[in-house]
């Protein structure tokens, strides 16, 4: 997929966001969100949807933990149950999805867990042979967080942001756009809080991986190659990332 100079700019604007205004998301953008979500179905084989009026699912305590609040539209992350290398490309497609949502002014959250899968599920109109594997919220928001944001990402990102040492091996003499790219994977979210992603740089060939892809470990797997690509692409990389012998390799 084509990259764009508007998503680069998201990934310094993005962060998570779980309150959310009484305002719906106008038919202007709704028709963008739309467009953009059917060229990574087109593009991936996935069948993520939009549900521009998803509310219902977020309406008990039980669903959401309280963390969660005005939630009016997401996108189920879904694709076929046998589909290969399903939770990356989740995480690939979903955070190009996420930033060019970013762009456009709205707020979104990936969640892995604290919804109600089956109700969610529903609302998507998803079929049996189809797993939902996450889903993303999305919607308008204040532009400064509200406490209760604030005291949420506190708890669940405590832990200190990885440096470029921790990212990449090795660490020194990399090309500029190993180095973007990495700086852009540290501004990624992170399904599972964790960032649990690394890499490795050989001959001009950069290697992304994760200790267990069958784990939600996947779907940041994608996140991080979706962040990595942007941040290459900004200091002048043309180069793509590529499945050989089921890894992924961006050269």
Known sequence: M???ESWLRATDARTSRRTYLEESIDSSRAGKIQAIVDLCNAESGLQIRFVKD????????KSSYGMFHGVKSYFAMAGD??????QELI?????????ECTAL?????WISGTYDKSECGKYA??????ELTGIITVGCVKQEKSLKEKVISATTHSGKKKSLEEFITPSSGLPDWVVKGVEAVGKAPSAINKQPEHFTYESGVVKASVDNKASH???DLGIARAHFEL?????GSMGKWVLEDGDYLFK
Do not use: N, R
Request: aromatic share 12%.
């Open 231 to 235: 941040g290459a692409w900004g200091a």
């Open 81 to 86: 149950k046998k589909m290969a290398h399903l």
């Open 2 to 4: 084509e990259m764009k």
């Open 217 to 219: 470990q996947g779907i």
């Open 125 to 130: 109109h998803l079929s049996d042979g189809e």
């Open 105 to 109: 002014g709205l707020g979104t959250c």
């Open 54 to 61: 998803g509310a219902e699912p977020f309406k008990s305590f």
């Open 91 to 99: 995480g690939y497609y979903g955070e190009l999805i996420v930033l």
